[in-house]
Every structure is written in structure tokens, then in C-alpha cells.
């Protein structure tokens, strides 16, 4: 269903941007089944920014008035409002991080093993998990009712859904996975709870689904206070790029050509360059095979379209290892590798790992955020109706 490349992004999002102005707001919370066309599709190609969230927005204006298109940019935004709120919250992600693990390696909770092999007994939860492991999507309302059932009904932990969610999800991102699920299961917004409902879940599928016997209250869970928020990085670029620079691009941002056009004269010439990736570091038990096949046809996309100065293709590393890099970058005699900035989450946590080890050879690891991060996610320290307020003009600067 998911062609993991920049053209087939390109191509999907080129047939729906006819439909994204009224027609989505009207018809986007329907979910009719696996093929769908009144939402976009496109988030697995903005998870790995095959597609930047800049060119799918400037795509839809340039067919839709901003009044129009106010829906669908609001969503697009939604991804960054996530990113932005956990890069000044990443307790929130070390904490899931060790739960997951805890939960993981100690006794399962009864009805875990029914619910994530589809044997619940509830319909529209045994065909919303075969639908995830099958196709690695999941509508978005579908994806509240699950995790309102999974929390308020089956009475599972939150982080062991958002776990499955991630190994299985192409579009598995640490941020928009983590706080939906934290925002249904009443954290996130401290106290507001999403109660999933038969009547509501039969109007938007069209009466494919009206599961019985569902929770009729979703008393908001509790946590530990969090600490404050941590300030965002000033900088866009963060080290000094010395005499011979190496590109390497993971899995967080695969489009080079617009990051560096973003800071010309950064790198001077491109020396070399290299694609690496991991998504089994999405979870303690990896990802899903739909999942690592995905981001293996993107890094490989990836790889063909990125080029050093000399026009070789970037080479693939065999794993995502510091050592694996380490000995790409000595092997080029770079006295420096720069890499587009990674977001918390699992990239982040490689990238802080790679740093000493390349620091130890005499070479910096470089990170450059995108201006899009750099200009939207100083807004997202509150929730997303402040937000949503700078949106326009947001939209205007970039
Ligand atoms: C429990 C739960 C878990 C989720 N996990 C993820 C995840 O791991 N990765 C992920 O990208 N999205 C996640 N979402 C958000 C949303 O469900 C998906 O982004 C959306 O369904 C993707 O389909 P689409 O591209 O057709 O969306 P469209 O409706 O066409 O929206 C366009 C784009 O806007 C962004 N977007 C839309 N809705 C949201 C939203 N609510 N939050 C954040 N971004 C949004 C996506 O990048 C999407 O591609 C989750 C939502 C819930 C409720």
C-alpha cells in the first residue's frame, strides 16, 4: 500500500491535494476501511521527511485558500506541536522508555497476549490489530478508539499500547505516538480523558463496527509531577564543521537536497555520504517486518538520491552501530560527519552514543535543524490551542 520512496510520496501527495480543503474537513474522521481517500496517506513519507511538512503545506496552499486548507494544515501541524512539546518535556520520554522496558521484561498483564494477537473477543479490536500488523496504518479515529478501549476497557498500560503502536506503525514516531496516547489516557491534558463509544465508533465507520460491552467511564490516569520544561537548543547548527565533511542521513530526515539548501555554504564540498538506520530501536522487542522493510526501501530512496561532490551515490552502512560509523567516516578521512538534527526519541539516543565515539577518532558530529523546527516548536512549551493560534503566521514566515 506504502511505497517507500520520495517519487511515490510525491505522487500520493499530488492526488490528494485536490482534496484537501473542504472535502477533508467534512469527511477526514470517517473511517470506511483500508481504502481510504478522504485522508492523506501521507504520513509514513512526513515521519521519515521523505516529504517535508514544508512542501506538503505549500503544495496544498497553492490550490486552496488558507481558509480552505485550515484543516488539513492544522493537522500537519498537530506532528509538529507533538515534536516541539517532548523536545522541552524529554522526562516524559525517559520515563516511557524505562516503563516499557519494565513492563516488557516482567510479567505480562493478563489480556495483554489476547489483545495484541487480535483475540480480544471485541471485533473491532481483533480487526483494527490485524489491520496495524497487516498494512502498518491505522486511521486516526480508529486509532483514539483503540487506545481508549485498550486503557479505559481492556484495562492494559497505556506505555504497552503506545509499544505496540510504534513496532507496528510505518508512521511510528516518538512523539505524536507517545502523547496521543498520553492525551487519551487523560496525562497529557491533565484530567481529560477520550472515552471511545459503540454510537460513535458505528456513525464514523459507516455501522462496520459497534462493539458491546465497552467502558462507559475513563477516569484520567495519574503520574508522578513532571519536572519543568527544559529550554530548546538556540542554535540550529550545533559544532564546527572542519576541512572535510561527510553527510549521514537516518531515519528521522531523508531529504538532503532542502536541508542543505536551507544553509548554503555550510558544508563546503560534500566529501561523502551515508544512509543509516535502525527501527528495531523503536521498542525492547524491535519493529515489525512491515515496518523494517519500509525504512529499508527509504533509506535506500534515500541513498540514490543523495550524492557527494564527486556524484557517488551515498553508501548504505550496514548497521546502525557507532562503530559501524566510526568506520565509514575514517574510511573517508572526515575530520567531521554532519547530521540533520534528531528529535527525542530512539535517533537521538544513537546520535548521543555516536558522538564520543567519533569524538574519541578525532572527528565532530555536526547537527543541523531544519528552519520549520526551528521556528514552530518554541511555540509548543503550552497546549495546542495557544498553538494553533500562531499557525498563520507560522505559515507565512516559512
Ligand atoms: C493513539 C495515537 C497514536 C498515534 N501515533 C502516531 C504516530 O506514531 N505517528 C504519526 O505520524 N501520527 C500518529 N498519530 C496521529 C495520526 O493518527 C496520524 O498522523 C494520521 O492518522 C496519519 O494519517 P494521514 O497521513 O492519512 O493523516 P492526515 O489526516 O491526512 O493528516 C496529514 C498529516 O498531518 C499529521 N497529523 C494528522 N493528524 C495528526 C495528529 N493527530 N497528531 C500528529 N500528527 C497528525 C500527519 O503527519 C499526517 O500525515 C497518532 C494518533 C493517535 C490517536
Known amino acids: 500500500m506504502f511505497i517507500p520512496t520520495r517519487a ?29 481517500s478522504n485522508v492523506s496517506g501521507l504520513s509514513p513519507y512526513l515521519r521519515h521527511r521523505l516529504l517535508t511538512e514544508q512542501e506538503v503545506v505549500a503544495a496544498v496552499l497553492e490550490d486552496h485558500t488558507p481558509g480552505a486548507a485550515e484543516k488539513f494544515v492544522q493537522e500537519v501541524f498537530w506532528r509538529t506541536y507533538w515534536k516541539g512539546w517532548l523536545e522541552q518535556n524529554e522526562e516524559v520520554w525517559r ?65 504497552l499500547g503506545a ?64 519536572p519543568p520544561r527544559t529550554p530548546l537548543e538556540p542554535d540550529d547548527v550545533v559544532g564546527s564543521v572542519g576541512d572535510r565533511a561527510g553527510l549521514l542521513l537516518h531515519e528521522e530526515d531523508l ?11 555550510l558544508l563546503g564540498e560534500v566529501a561523502a555520504t551515508a544512509v543509516h538506520g535502525d527501527p528495531g530501536q523503536r521498542s525492547p522487542d524491535g519493529a515489525s517486518s512491515v515496518v523494517e522493510a ?3 526501501g527509504a533509506l535506500a530512496d534515500a541513498a540514490e538520491r543523495t550524492r557527494d561532490a564527486s556524484g ?3 553508501q548504505t552502512l550496514a548497521d546502525a552501530e557507532p562503530g559501524c560509523v566510526v ?7 572526515l575530520d567531521t560527519v554532519v547530521v540533520p538534527y534528531a528529535p527525542v526519541g530512539p535517533v537521538h539516543e544513537r546520535l548521543a552514543q555516536l558522538r564520543p565515539a567519533l569524538g574519541a577518532e578525532g572527528i565532530s558530529l555536526v ?22 493560534e500562531k499557525i498563520p503566521g507560522l505559515v507565512r514566515q516559512l
Open 95 to 159: 520515563r516511557y522508555r524505562l516503563e516499557v522496558r519494565d513492563l516488557l521484561a516482567g510479567e505480562l498483564p493478563d489480556g495483554y497476549e489476547a489483545a495484541v494477537a487480535g483475540r480480544t473477543g471485541i471485533d473491532a479490536m481483533d480487526a483494527w490489530v490485524r489491520e496495524l500488523v497487516d498494512t502498518g496504518y491505522l486511521h486516526n479515529h480508529t486509532r483514539m478508539w483503540f487506545a481508549s478501549i485498550w486503557v479505559f476497557t481492556l484495562g492494559l498500560p497505556w506505555q
Open 312 to 314: 557517488r551515490a551515498a
Open 327 to 333: 568506520g565509514w567516516a575514517l574510511s573517508e578521512e
Open 255 to 265: 531529504e538532503a537536497r532542502s536541508l542543505l539548501a536551507e544553509r548554503p555554504g
Open 294 to 296: 519500509f525504512t529499508s
Open 8 to 36: 511515490a510520496g510525491l505522487d500520493a501527495l499530488d492526488d490528494f491535494v485536490p482534496r484537501a480543503g473542504g472535502a477533508y474537513a467534512r469527511d477526514r474522521n470517517h473511517d470506511l476501511g483500508p481504502s481510504r
Open 367 to 388: 547537527t543541523v535543524r531544519r528552519r520549520w523546527d526551528a521556528v514552530a516548536w518554541p511555540h509548543a512549551s503550552r497546549g495546542f490551542f495557544p498553538f494553533r
Open 163 to 226: 509499544d505496540f503502536f510504534y513496532r507496528h506503525l510505518l508512521d511510528g514516531d516518538a512523539a505524536s505516538n507517545t502523547l496521543s496516547w498520553r492525551w487519551v489516557a487523560g496525562l497529557q491534558t491533565k484530567g481529560k480523558t477520550y472515552l471511545a463509544t459503540a454510537s460513535n465508533i458505528s456513525r464514523f465507520t459507516d455501522g462496520r463496527f459497534s462493539p458491546g460491552g465497552l467502558a462507559d467511564t475513563a477516569r484520567a490516569l495519574d503520574e508522578e509531577p513532571l
